[in-house]
């Protein structure tokens, strides 16, 4: 498996996988904002099966475990622009605003070819080519993703705000639900 990934900063990356398909199992710690350029991409959760292809965009919320299964598809790598949404840079964020609903709505958030999100994000691929970017504008870009989305999807908040951590579960229900992970 060829993997490369080019780092803006440590929250911004381009990736690729240029041979067969890749599978891992994975409980991000951190939101994850992808954009697809090429190939696809299923993710298998205890609620539902997603697929992605390119031009998807999605938000991958975190705490959530998941089978992640990714393809090159038509001759073309699986490459995605990856942003991660920080519990520190949400913080931030949200200090700034008026207190906002945090009861959480699970699953992933699907932006599909939005105009202003891909825009804000295929802005960024200039920069992997540069050998230095400022860190304040890739954190103006992470701003900029976080201000779209709360545009485009008003529930948003639910998720992004939520600082919780995962508590006590019912551990019967929560096997039951993610034992293939």
Same mark, same amino acid.
């Given at each position: ?5 080019? !780092? ?8 690729? !996988?240029?041979?067969? #398909? ?13 954009? #697809? &350029?090429?190939?696809? %991409? ?5 609620? =539902?099966? +997603? %697929? #992605? ?5 999605? /938000? &991958? ?8 299964? $990714?393809?090159?598809? $038509?001759?073309?790598?699986?490459? =995605? ?5 920080? %519990? ?5 964020? +949200? ?16 932006? @599909? @070819? ?16 540069? @050998? ?27 998720? /992004? ?8 579960? $019912? /551990?019967?229900? !929560?096997?039951?639900?993610? #034992?293939?992970?």
């Amino acid at each position: 498996m060829e993997h490369s990934s080019k !780092y803006l900063i440590p929250e911004i990356k381009l990736s690729s !996988y240029d041979d067969k #398909f890749f599978t891992s199992e994975i409980v991000f710690d951190q939101h994850m904002l992808i954009w #697809f &350029i090429s190939g696809e %991409t299923k993710i298998v959760q205890a609620e =539902t099966t +997603y %697929t #992605f292809k390119t031009g998807d965009i999605f /938000l &991958i919320p975190r705490n959530k475990p998941a089978t992640i299964i $990714n393809f090159p598809r $038509n001759g073309q790598p699986h490459k =995605t622009v990856v942003m991660l949404l920080t %519990t520190k840079v949400l913080r931030n964020f +949200y200090q700034r605003r008026s207190p906002v609903d945090t009861t959480p709505i699970p699953g992933i958030r699907s932006y @599909n @070819n939005h105009p202003l999100l891909e825009s804000c994000l295929a802005s960024l691929i200039p920069y992997f080519d540069m @050998n230095d970017i400022p860190e304040d504008i890739a954190s103006i870009k992470i701003t900029e993703a976080i201000s779209i989305i709360r545009t485009i999807n008003k529930e948003i908040d639910q998720v /992004l705000a939520n600082f919780e951590e995962p508590g006590k579960l $019912n /551990l019967v229900d !929560y096997m039951e639900r993610n #034992f293939m992970f």
